[in-house]
């Protein structure tokens, strides 16, 4: 029996379906690639790392046994100091040079961070400060160490911003990576490589001092070329006769000025 050729019973069914898959409107295909601003932050200076903003709104550290939400270190080679004496490290540090980043002014001057144990013995007090046009820009954050059993200088900071209004907590690494016998500069690192931060007790470091660091951080693998002296003018009065910025520093700093 020859075999009939089958037809549609309607021709408008493949009508029918083209003008529903032509009129699917394309925003609810479209998939953006990029994140929200706050996202693409790793906040301010002296505490590098690969910031995240967390899921929730805690105003103390996470428990320290908790997995960290990071992205995950590109290098595991890279050597730190061991049995870091936290009360010694405490106090005031100068930043002498950094890495340049989105997220630090560009313009800041007299840049330091003040440190201060608390209580508890095991967080640390946060005070990062620097000044652009005679106005003081701060924010103040929690450190405390990555894993209390490991006797490695590897610590985590949290910052909560924007400053003016500080609700959404921000956490990265903090690797001292090098310190004097006398705790009086170091090298502060982290896993990524992207941010380095040489810092001394006094406002100017002696240059064959520096250079030691810049060599050390070049055979932790950084690319020392993008290394940018900050300028330290003159002792910036204290903050309570500075005018204050307000923190349009950190809104200045996503634009990258």
């Not at 479209?30 to 505490?47: M, W």
């Not at 995950?72 to 002498?96: C, F």
């Not at 993008?226 to 634009?255: N, V, Y």
Request: hydrophobic share 30%.
């Amino acid at each position: 029996m020859p075999c009939k050729k089958f037809r549609p019973k309607s021709r408008s069914l493949g009508r029918d379906a083209h003008r529903a898959t032509r009129n699917v409107s394309p925003k609810i295909l479209h998939v953006s690639s990029t994140p929200p601003a706050f996202y693409c932050l790793h906040l301010y200076p002296l505490f590098p790392g690969d910031a995240s903003i967390l899921p929730q709104n805690p105003r103390t550290p996470p428990p320290l046994q908790s997995p960290s939400l990071s992205p995950a270190p590109t290098t595991t080679t890279m050597k730190v100091v061991r049995n870091l004496d936290l009360e010694r490290y405490m106090g005031r540090w100068y930043e002498i040079a950094c890495f340049p980043s989105t997220f630090q002014p560009k313009t800041g001057t007299n840049t330091r961070a003040t440190y201060t144990l608390n209580p508890d013995g095991a967080t640390v007090k946060v005070l990062n400060e620097t000044w652009t046009d005679g106005r003081r820009g701060h924010i103040e954050g929690t450190a405390w160490r990555a894993d209390p059993a490991s006797d490695e200088a590897k610590l985590k900071v949290r910052f909560f911003v924007p400053p003016f209004l500080p609700v959404f907590p921000v956490t990265g690494d903090y690797w001292v990576l090098h310190v004097d016998g006398d705790y009086q500069y170091a090298l502060v690192g982290q896993p990524s490589l992207k941010y380095l931060w040489i810092l001394c007790r006094q406002p100017h470091m002696d240059e064959a001092v520096y250079n030691e660091l810049v060599e050390r951080a070049k055979e932790e693998g950084y690319d020392v070329s993008k290394l940018r002296k900050t300028a330290h003018p003159g002792p910036p009065p204290e903050s309570e006769q500075t005018p204050r910025d307000g923190g349009m520093w950190w809104i200045r700093s996503i634009f990258g000025k």
